[in-house]
């Protein structure tokens, strides 16, 4: 118990830095956050520039305007978009949705193909299986998301015409699970590629790592069954140390998806992130990398307490 | 007995360096050995662009442009007339270059850090860690995509970019090797013979440190890569008209040079997937050749 309260704790200094440099990246970097008002070859008046700095509260010092930003935000409020003034919050639950569709459909690929195989192989070193896959595997782990939704893109949608070349919906379908599955395809698969092959390759280690222990020969001399060494020893020794990669792989899948939105059109976080950035839409980036960050955070505690419970010995360090 | 120490050839006698012995290891490796002789050839076909490409990089030639590849041009032309065999070879000088600088870069903030981190313990380790931590929550992309949108394009600003936010796996890494060498003798008798920390630290620490550092920064030249191609690819990389791997492919973000001009962005693209590679190799049997206690 005490073991979660202490890495509880210590994320919440880490949580409040981050708001800090997200704050004072965008309001401490040159070039005024209003610039995205200003065209550039009009010029902007004084009165227009002083309303426009009263209206978005930019004549206050810089940390009464954190301050006010955090309040809001812990009440939900975000803020509204440069663009177009929509409501930051809602834009981004409603994108959230989407890309936790697309960056779950992928994890749950990665995790369950890359564990499987990865024990597969693992128990059959020198096999034919073993060295077809950990070939394989190097141009996995050579293919992050934007090299392979490109090439996915082109070989299964363009030339081979079996999925389609973006969005989350065919245009005049009603909205139904197949369809959604469809398009889930590409772009779940080509981001799942990488993370795939990289547990894949931990988890083969992990199982042949953990072949070679004591405690699985002193199993074997006792007399117990092959079978039950192997899984109820073997393999559940060697699950541990993939469970910290799982949660370490979540910023990348997070980055990846921003390619993989990008490439495949899919109505999500990254794509939202990667216009509002381009047009310095600041309120909108602002919530979005506070999003990004609680995610991260989160996913970090939930794999150091996953750790904790599968490896009863962490909570006593 | 005829033979005596005094005979024995005098090559047999000598000590082979460890690194002479890690080589050897790394030899043994067809795959290891694959992916050096791999990334050798792209390193040379880029340092030598000027020589065999057959036109100027940068040079338009509307007259001929949307090509498909031909006698006169190798690998065809683009939407603009430039030669595409000389714009890979161009952008490989220009990928390769933002690769290892922003690697290095980020390796020696990693380096620093870390081993300042590990060897000092206490309150400095636990501030650096928790910065590190609050660098390692950003997704990289996120975050430098924020920070280019005000300091703008430039090969410059892209490797700095890349350096500033890559360094924190290699600070924990080396902050872990610190950490666990700093109980050993050797460091015991130097600091009691009343050696300076940082002599301490740099001249009998780090040769020690070495070893999965090498491996680590091959990753690191293969992220920095990736990331520029990333950047570019999204348009706040490297500014055409200078060619570099990421930004050829973003022409391939409309649908119709994804679909009908393939070979504008195919060869930047295989490009990026051989370099990764190869590096992977490199990187996977530099890991082996310094631990032999590796199994795989």
Do not use: C
């Amino acid at each position: 118990m005490q073991y979660f309260i202490r890495r509880l704790l210590i994320n919440i200094p880490v949580l409040f830095a981050v708001t800090i440099v997200i704050y004072g990246l965008i309001n401490l970097a040159p070039g005024d956050p209003i610039d995205f008002f200003v065209n550039e070859e009009v010029g902007i008046s004084r009165e227009d520039l002083s309303f426009l700095e009263e209206q978005f509260g930019l004549n206050e010092p810089v940390y009464i305007r954190y301050a006010k930003w955090i309040r809001n935000a812990l009440r939900g409020d975000l803020g509204f978009r440069f663009k177009n003034g929509d409501d930051v919050a809602e834009v981004l639950v409603q994108r959230l949705q989407h890309t936790l569709i697309l960056m779950g459909s992928a994890l749950a690929i990665a995790i369950i193909g890359g564990v499987l195989l990865g024990v597969f192989v693992g128990l059959r070193q020198y096999s034919f299986w073993d060295f077809t896959l950990t070939g394989l595997s190097f141009i996995g782990i050579s293919m992050p998301a934007f090299i392979a939704g490109i090439f996915g893109l082109y070989i299964f949608s363009v030339q081979l015409g079996w999925f389609p070349s973006g969005g989350m919906r065919t245009v005049g379908v009603p909205p139904n699970p197949f369809d959604l599955l469809y398009h889930l395809v590409l772009p779940a698969g080509t981001l799942a590629i990488l993370q795939l092959a990289t547990f894949m390759r931990y988890t083969r280690f992990s199982v042949l790592e953990v072949k070679q222990a004591d405690y699985i020969r002193t199993a074997q001399a006792k007399g117990i069954k092959a079978r039950l060494v192997t899984w109820r020893h073997t393999v559940r020794n060697a699950i541990l140390p993939v469970v910290t990669i799982i949660g370490l792989s979540l910023p990348t899948l997070v980055a990846g998806a921003l390619f993989t939105e990008t490439i495949y059109s899919w109505p999500g976080m990254g794509s939202l992130f990667v216009d509002a950035v381009l047009v310095r839409d600041y309120p909108m980036v602002m919530g979005i990398m506070l999003v990004v960050a609680l995610v991260v955070l989160l996913a970090n505690l939930l794999t150091d307490f996953a750790y904790g419970m599968v490896d009863p010995r962490i909570r006593f360090e | 007995m005829a033979s005596s120490i005094a005979e024995t050839p005098l090559k047999s006698r000598v000590a082979v360096s460890p690194a002479r012995k890690a080589w050897l290891r790394f030899r043994r490796h067809p795959l290891a050995m694959l992916g050096l002789a791999l990334f050798g050839a792209i390193v040379l076909l880029s340092l030598f662009a000027p020589i065999i490409d057959r036109y100027p990089p940068n040079q338009l030639a509307l007259r001929d442009r949307f090509q498909a590849p031909s006698a006169s041009h190798f690998l065809g032309t683009d939407r603009v007339g430039r030669d595409i065999w000389s714009r890979t070879l161009h952008g490989g000088q220009v990928s390769l270059l933002v690769g290892f600088s922003a690697a290095l870069m980020a390796m020696s903030i990693g380096v620093i850090l870390g081993a300042v981190s590990g060897y000092y313990g206490g309150l400095v380790d636990m501030l650096i860690m928790r910065f590190t931590d609050v660098v390692m929550t950003f997704p990289q992309v996120v975050i430098i995509l924020t920070v280019a949108t005000f300091v703008g394009q430039g090969i410059t600003n892209v490797i700095v970019l890349i350096g500033l936010f890559s360094w924190p796996g290699t600070a924990r890494l080396v902050r872990g090797q610190v950490l666990s060498l700093r109980e050993e003798q050797f460091v015991k008798a130097a600091r009691s013979l009343g050696a300076r920390d940082s002599v301490i630290i740099f001249k009998h620490i780090m040769p020690s440190v070495i070893a999965p550092l090498l491996a680590s920064l091959t990753f690191a030249i293969n992220g920095a890569v990736l990331l520029e191609a990333g950047l570019s690819f999204l348009g706040v990389g490297i500014p055409l008209p200078t060619a570099s791997w990421g930004n050829m492919l973003e022409t391939a973000r409309s649908l119709d040079v994804l679909q009908d001009g393939p070979w504008m962005w195919l060869p930047p693209a295989i490009m990026i997937l051989l370099n990764v590679l190869s590096v992977n190799f490199i990187g996977d049997g530099l890991r082996d050749a310094l631990d032999p206690k590796h199994i795989i």
